[in-house]
């Protein structure tokens, strides 16, 4: 057996059952053991941001790595933004980069770069196996760092003679390698009561959660003390999974800008975080604080990011809410808007359609602040953000999501500057048959930026007039992009016409691509 | 004035003349300044491989930086496999990667990521000014290094809020900065003489050429050295540019596989460089050396890579060749051929209407081979290569060729697999109205995998049936694409079509795409 094939036998054996692969020629070994092990599903994406940000969705909907398979720094690269999203979702991933032989690169050839210091720049860590003898061992050490809590992005850098080296008997293996996700930390008594002691006082608090808290045992803990305390609870800014619709407590996420959160957070004394970092800016303006922990409020952990907040949320509200339930939202949905499509608009729509047990992306950037509200009361569900700021996101989480969850309608929603850069998404989407209805919210401009251009005061003129902002001009024809990509696509300019061919997309399986047309903003 | 102003001022004095941008939030200063210093012509790419691409082809055609704008770390990530490509052009660029600001950076929000590693990873300079005070110094710095020969990719981190402090007067700079490209170092006279010794002797000798010497002058004098010497003169495997057609001298590419290098070299025994790394495998076989110098033969420089290897050619030829001539290719056009495309029959209709002057960018991979041959008698023109192996470098170097040299028509071939990596590159073509036709070889596969299958032995299997090597199911419309992206697009299977809708598109103004379809190898 091969290095190659010692690799995906030990990955098949302890559980991985996908492999997101863009290869090339010092790759080739690993798609012949791809091959030889079916274990592994192989899924081909055409940009390695589209394989990097589909292994960061499966990661969040199947709570188990993925593989990648990524050629060389070049394949690397493409796909280090959707890799710096994932880390920010902390979502687990064995990522597998082919490299030169070693001889080979010590000659500079043209595709030779620094791959590791690259690989490193990822906060994970990185292994080369030496030889074939050291590939199982390195995936074992390579999948048990990807689930160290609360996961990470574990590089395994495979240089071809590694890969196409014989030298493994076929059953050296053993038997199926022992990989066990280590179990999050658990927060100690002492903290947690600290802090329920904190929240029976006189101040006002608010409680932040994030990562797994956002599921619906966090949620419900939260809701709870909430109820006894009344404390505010925000969910971290953009939420890896969170658990959301009818049934569930339904808290609103902390806000973009300084001044939305300094306001969500007015007159708090006490900013408790379980699972989520501290409150802070997402950009930096002249004159706003980027710590938006109010100046005389005081920060409290009650579980690092990592630690197993879920478990300390539910201690927490056993000691300050022992006689307090959820509030949990009721069924309901908003009433179905007539006439052009708003960002207003839009996003009832997809509140009073949404079907049961979807998986929605979303990634909608400015147009998208009306969503939460609008889907509160819709058929319980999870939403999946993009965590790292990193466009193009979107669409490669809808693919992993799908390829994780095959029997649940994946909703994906972009924002049009963000899906251009990883619009072959759809044609994996395609391929793989993956029962996702992408809607693209098509402002015709990169109007966030158009925002923060009167917010920054960044340049005397109209950022209306400045062609750096405009997506316009030409227009780019999304439906066109879906059926040359081998998806269905439609346009709609009204509500009415959202609501029937998002219907129609749902109603029928594989992927579907609506182009929804919204004014630019004034 | 702030930090961003007199940064765009700077450059602009010192000569810069173009910035390919995709900003966010935190260069939104640097759009203001690109607005307030018109002499800075602003290019938007909807994707940074597509920014950093047209800055490595504005730089090969216009002799001088283009600079970059990059978003945070993602946007370094996502332009970095096309500045690799720029590095193994030595093609020089001013890279210019928004941050946040230091105090920002601090609490790790969600778009931190570690700019400076990842940066240097393109082995270039990485500066990054501290205050307002240092930007134009700094400016002037990177401009100087990204000079430095042969060219380098010198990046330029600015945080945000040096791009939004005050703090220089208007007037500060005094004056034009004086930023020249120092001349490359020339090659020692004893250097050249004792390699004129060497190409008197007996032994068969082999001269490869690269760099700048592949423009006229270069190849004029190793014409004439191979004329009076006998030397096999070869072009290094990838150009960043090379003049090519009637009137100039032709020689072959040296070979992308081993064999066909050792072919080539067969009998030598001193393999002489001059502007160009020694042969070298591009990938690493079994069993195949890295070196391809053969084994009996001994290596020479002539010229190091950045060295003046036109001038050191002109002269050896004068002590070597001073009775002879160049030998120059009598124009001639290849037979228009008749049927359906096939790899040997679409660069004859290439070579046959290949227009007047133009710029030809060659992304072709495994469909390209009868490129060189189909057009050496074609009107004289520029070859532009993609140097690093980085897939998706052909569209985006179109661009900045079409930017650095607007009067000339631009026709970039690109391979199926390789344009799906820049495909939002037509919309800046479109934008930018620029005369460029994009001719897509589609053979709906990774045809150069499937080669590369059987020759590693890659696995047991017909590599035909490999759905990781294989881009039909679905089959990507390209002409679909190109209209979404506001260009015009046709479809052409036979040599007649593609003459037809070549004729057109070189004809009308603006950007064109012809789907070229090509059978899959067999």
Request: glycine share 10%; net charge negative; charged share 15%.
């Amino acid at each position: 057996m091969n290095g190659a094939e010692s690799l995906l036998r030990t990955l098949a054996d302890a559980g991985v059952e996908v492999c997101f692969a863009n290869p090339g020629t010092t790759e080739l070994k690993l798609v012949g053991a791809l091959e030889a092990v079916p274990q592994v599903r192989a899924v081909l994406g055409l940009f390695e941001g589209v394989v990097t940000g589909a292994a960061d969705g499966y990661a969040r909907m199947a709570g188990k790595p993925a593989a990648t398979l990524l050629h060389l720094g070049p394949g690397l690269g493409h796909g280090l933004p959707n890799l710096h999203n994932a880390r920010r979702a902390n979502s687990p991933i064995v990522n597998i980069v082919g490299d030169h032989p070693t001889h080979h690169k010590s000659y500079d050839p043209p595709l030779e770069s620094d791959i590791d210091t690259v690989a490193r720049s990822l906060r994970g860590p990185v292994r080369r196996p030496e030889n074939v003898a050291g590939v199982s061992q390195d995936a074992v050490s390579t999948l048990t760092e990807a689930l160290e809590p609360p996961g990470q992005i574990a590089t395994l850098i495979m240089p071809a003679d590694v890969s196409w080296s014989d030298g493994v008997a076929a059953d050296a293996d053993g038997g199926r390698p022992v990989v066990l996700a280590r179990p999050m930390p658990t927060v100690k008594p002492a903290v947690i009561k600290r802090i329920a002691e904190l929240l029976r006082g006189q101040d006002e608090s608010a409680l932040i959660i994030g990562g797994p808290a956002g599921r619906a045992a966090g949620l419900c803990a939260a809701s709870r003390i909430a109820a006894a305390t009344g404390a505010r609870v925000f969910l971290e800014l953009h939420s890896a999974r969170v658990e959301h619709g009818a049934g569930l407590p339904s808290f609103p996420h902390l806000g973009f800008y300084p001044d939305q959160v300094l306001r969500q957070l007015d007159g708090v004394r006490h900013v408790i975080v379980a699972g989520a970092p501290a409150p802070m800016a997402f950009f930096a303006y002249p004159g706003k604080p980027s710590c938006l922990v109010p100046d005389d409020a005081q920060t409290h952990v009650l579980a690092e990011v990592g630690e197993d907040a879920t478990e300390a949320l539910a201690a927490l509200a056993d000691l300050v809410a022992s006689d307090h339930e959820p509030e949990l939202v009721k069924p309901s949905r908003p009433a179905m808007p007539a006439g052009p499509l708003t960002v207003e608009t839009w996003p009832a729509v997809i509140g009073a359609l949404l079907p049961e047990n979807a998986i929605v992306v979303d990634e909608t950037i400015s147009s998208g602040s009306g969503l939460h509200a609008a889907t509160a009361g819709a058929p319980r569900h999870d939403v999946l953000q993009v965590c790292g700021g990193a466009m193009g996101g979107g669409m490669p989480l809808a693919i992993g999501a799908a390829v994780a969850a095959p029997h649940r309608p994946v909703i994906a929603l972009e924002a049009d500057g963000c899906a251009v850069y990883t619009l072959s998404a759809l044609w994996t989407q395609a391929r793989e048959r993956l029962n996702i209805t992408n809607v693209i919210l098509n402002n015709r401009s990169y109007a966030i930026l158009r925002q923060d251009w009167q917010r920054l005061g960044a340049g005397a003129s109209d950022p209306h007039t400045n062609a750096l902002l405009d997506l316009a001009n030409p227009d780019i024809d999304f439906v066109g992009l879906a059926r040359a990509f081998g998806v269905p696509g439609s346009r709609a300019s009204t509500a009415e016409e959202l609501a029937e061919q998002f219907n129609q997309a749902i109603a029928e399986p594989g992927p579907h691509l609506i182009e929804a047309l919204i004014p630019p903003i004034a």
